[in-house]
């Protein structure tokens, strides 16, 4: 008998509702095994070890009229200080090259 790893078994992708931090949610995931599951969810622990703590939200809201408007969130953990104009520029910076990059 061959042993097949959980993401070799679907071709590199399983589909999952994910919670509002990635991970799959409590409800609607009834098709995964419990495998895929403890696979996901290793995934997105790794992950969060790699990113560290969020610092910034940076949104821009659009609308109808083309009227475009920016704001900054900080989280409680970040380290920002969002007096510090050169820091907040820093993340508005990194924020602008990520958009730039996903077209």
Do not use: C
């Amino acid at each position: 008998m061959q042993t097949v790893s959980v993401m070799e078994a679907h071709k590199g992708v399983i589909g999952y509702f994910g919670d509002r931090h990635g991970r799959p949610a409590e409800k609607g995931n009834d098709h995964l095994t419990d495998e895929q599951r403890a696979y996901l969810t290793r995934q997105d622990e790794e992950l969060a070890q790699r990113r560290g703590a969020l610092q910034a939200v940076v949104m821009v809201n659009v609308y109808e009229s083309g009227e475009a408007v920016p704001q900054v969130q900080f989280p409680t953990e970040s380290t920002i200080d969002m007096d510090d104009r050169a820091q907040v520029n820093e993340a508005v910076a990194k924020a602008a090259a990520a958009l730039h990059d996903w077209r």
